[in-house]
């Protein structure tokens, strides 16, 4: 799903993550050029823990600080073991 470049900031990000959080379908998400920052961009990966499908996702462009970033690959990681 291409999402990108569509001003999804915290609001919109909510909902986008209850959506995807109990998706069983979606693969990919392309959320490139929206307005996450830190803020919605660490309360967005969390919901997104409960999803097992999504194999791709795209955050370039947010505004998402590298802590954000280090705190999503590695509860990701977590994931996978």
Do not use: P
């Not at 998706?23 to 490139?32: P, V």
């Not at 097992?52 to 998402?64: D, F, P, Q, S």
């Amino acid at each position: 799903m291409d999402l990108s470049d569509n001003q999804i900031g915290y609001d919109g990000s909510r909902f986008l993550a209850q959506a995807v959080k109990s998706n069983k379908t979606l693969e990919e998400l392309n959320l490139k050029l929206n307005q996450f920052r830190d803020k919605a961009g660490a309360r967005f990966f969390k919901d997104l823990e409960s999803n097992k499908t999504l194999r791709i996702l795209n955050i370039a462009a947010n505004g998402i600080g590298i802590t954000v970033i280090y705190l999503i690959v590695f509860s990701q990681l977590k994931l996978l073991s």
